[in-house]
Every structure is written in C-alpha cells, then in structure tokens.
C-alpha cells in the first residue's frame, strides 16, 4: 500500500452526526488502502491528498481546503472521492472545472471504484518521483537532436527536473588514466568468454568513469554524449550505459534529453528499465516498425553479443535478442516536453541486418499510430518497455499535463 492523506468537506447545513454516518464506509475503505484522516493539511506532506467530498454545496471548501496545502510538486494534481448520496458528484464536478480554470488539474474518484485511487495515488507518486529528478547532460546533446533539446526552463517549470550541466572531460581523463579498469562489467559482459576481451575491458572501463561524475553531479540519471568517446578515447559507450540502465540508473544516449525523460517516465511509472531505440523502418501497410540500436540493458534480453559498434566499426556494441511478446512504445518531445506518442505493440522477431544498429526488433504497431510518427514526428528515439501500457501511460500522462 501507498500512504496517502485525505480530508472530508461537508456542508453546514448537514448534522455532523449523519455526515460521519455518511462517509464512514468511504473513510474505512480509505484507511484500508493506506489512508491517513487529516482535515487540516497546512502542514504539508509529500504523501499524496484527497478530498472526500461528503456532501454538495461543498464546492467552496474544497477550494478553501486545498488552498490550504502547500503544494510539494509543481502542478500537484488534486484527487476528489465521492460517493452516490447527497451531491456528492455534483459538488465534485462543480470544483473540478473551478480548479482546472485555475490552472489546476486532477481526478475524480467515485467511492465504488477504489480501485481507481490505488492507481491514482500510485500515478501521483510517480509524477512526484519524477518531479525530483537532476537529470545530468554528460556533454551536450549530439549536434544531429536538433528536435530533442528542450528549454530548461520550460522543463524545470512544466516538470520539475533539473536539467544538470557535467562537463564530459573528466569522464574522458578518468577514462585515460585507467583504459582496462572494466572489473566486473567486463567479466559480466563477456558471457561465453572465458576472459574479457581487451576491447570489452576498455569499453567497461567508461562505467565507473561514468558513475564517478554521477555522484560528483550529484545527478539521479545522466544522458551522456557518447559519440565523444569514440573519437577521444576510440571506444564506445554502449556497455557502460547499459550496465547503468541494467542496476537502476537511468542513461541515454547521444545526450538526448527527451529521450532520457521517456526513459525515467518507464522507470518511475512502471518500475522498468527501458530500451532506447532509432525508428530503422516504418511499414504503415503492414503495421511493421523496426527499431535498432547498439545498447541495451542485458536484463531486458534473452541473449547478449558483443560486436563493434555500428556507425563507427570500433568499441563494443551490443546484439541482444529480444523475446517475442507485448512491448509498449514512448516518445515525447516539444519546447518544454509537452507533447507525447504511445503505442502498444508485439515483438514478431529479433534481426541481424549488417546494415543497422546491433540490437534489431521487428515490431507489429497499429498503422495509424505508425502514420503519426510520419506526419507528426516528435524526434528520433523511442523508448520500448515491455508489457501493453499505453492506457495507464495515456491516463498518467492526462494527470500531469491537464
């Protein structure tokens, strides 16, 4: 169970006694799911909020009560419970709309579906989650994502992440003064090799480089500019970024910011690591996407290959191979990361195309989902999770921007 406050509004025309008599079956299934009574939240928690709307001509205590909280989050959204008697859901719709005027947004919850509020309070975690994040620029974008580097401030105030400047060199110079310290990422890459290769090991050695200015940064999650290594250090990122993706720290690549944020939305939402991929072919006719990139998070694979990396032919790149199965596609992107694509879709098979990124996917989409990625395209990356959850994404996704 999540733990959550809420507080009852009820008019003055109504006896207290009947009232508590009112929401007491609401209130006890509240405190079942991990509910805490308060009517007085001035104080503030970083616990999500509900209000109980008991009965109608309550709008404007509503109003009055959650004026009184100070928000923890930016555009912290507002949860109202109600129940079938008294105008409940009137006073509830009435407040609703006066809220989402000013500038607020949020949900109504009907008593008889208290399913719905586990979901609600989970989706509002999340979001404050998300709200938390320092997110490190590990160089600056790659000069090709010129639709993929969003204002800052129009993230930190649309969001809340702090998009954090790390200076890549050092990272670099770590990198030169230790090129083999690869230690147990090595050894847990080579997989059917007896001894890590030089080039793994040189290719390894990137993790705790990278994971030295992460806590120097004081970062959550990084995306790094990582073709700079193959010119600086001629060896590649994608096994240090996929072991950071593999043990719970969120990495993109290229340096693409909203790339990374669609990745720390899989993680904080759904709890998954993600895979972060280039649209190689789009087949609106057949409902086919393919998708390929040189990382990937071994945990998200059945099986791990170790080739060069592809544009450049040197370092390590990664060939994984992906179960058949339900797999859920995100892209976001706009000036402050406004807007979004989700699909659901089947992994049908895994590829070996020479001309590619290493790890390839064939994925059957909706082909009217395809035709927006061609006719309104937010970027170049997709972000792939498994398991089907455009709904709950479009439902979180409405919570946090409306």
């Known amino acids: ?6 507080g009852v509004v009820a008019s003055p025309l109504h006896d207290p006694a009947d009232v508590e008599r009112i929401v007491a079956p609401v209130t006890e299934r509240l405190a079942g ?27 404007a205590e509503v109003l009055d009560l959650l004026a009184r909280r100070p928000l923890t989050t930016p555009r912290e959204p507002v949860i109202l419970v109600t129940h079938r008697l008294h105008n409940s859901l009137p006073a509830s719709l009435e407040a609703l709309a006066r809220l989402r005027q000013d500038g607020r947004h949020g949900r109504i919850v009907q008593s008889e579906d208290l399913d ?3 979901t609600t309070i989970a989706d509002i975690v999340a979001l404050q989650r998300l709200r938390r994040v320092r997110l490190g620029l590990v160089g600056k974008p790659s000069e090709w994502l010129v639709a993929s580097v969003p204002d800052r401030v129009g993230v ?27 230690g147990p990422v090595a050894v847990k890459f080579s997989r059917r090799r007896p001894e890590p290769s030089d080039e793994l090991e040189k290719a390894s050695a990137l993790h705790p480089a990278l994971l030295t200015a992460i806590d ?63 649209p190689s072919v ?23 290959e170790l080739h060069t990396h592809f544009e450049s032919g040197i370092g390590i790149g990664l060939r994984g191979t992906f179960a058949p199965g339900p797999v859920t596609l995100l892209r976001i992107g706009g000036r402050e990361l406004e807007g979004h ?4 879709g089947e992994i049908l098979a895994a590829g070996d195309a020479p001309d590619l ?46």
């Open 116 to 118: 719905d509020l586990t």
């Open 216 to 278: 120097d940064a004081q970062v959550d999650a990084v995306t790094v500019r990582c073709f700079d290594f193959l010119g600086d250090l001629a060896t590649s990122g994608c096994v240090a970024l996929a072991e950071l993706n593999d043990t719970g720290t969120v990495a993109g690549c290229e340096g693409d910011i909203a790339g990374a944020v669609a990745m720390l939305i899989a993680r904080h939402l759904l709890d998954q690591a993600s895979w972060i991929a280039n």
């Open 341 to 344: 694509w989700f699909a659901d």
């Open 357 to 402: 990124c290493r790890t390839q996917v064939t994925l059957d989409v909706d082909p009217e989902r395809l035709e927006l990625l061609l006719t309104a395209p937010l970027g170049n990356h997709i972000v792939m999770v498994r398991g089907h959850h455009r709904d709950r994404l479009e439902r979180w996704w409405h919570l946090a921007q409306a």
């Open 282 to 304: 789009i087949d609106r006719a057949a409902g086919r996407l393919v998708l390929a990139h040189c990382t990937v998070a071994p945990s998200l694979v059945e099986d791990l």
């Open 156 to 182: 930190r105030e649309r969001w809340g992440i702090d998009l954090v400047d790390v200076d890549i060199a050092p990272v670099i110079a770590d990198h030169q003064a230790a090129p083999r310290a690869g």
């Open 1 to 6: 169970m999540t733990p959550f406050r809420f």
């Open 33 to 59: 799911l991990g509910g805490v009574r308060d009517d007085d939240p001035s104080a503030g928690t970083d616990q999500p909020y509900a209000v109980v709307v008991a009965t109608g001509g309550t709008e």
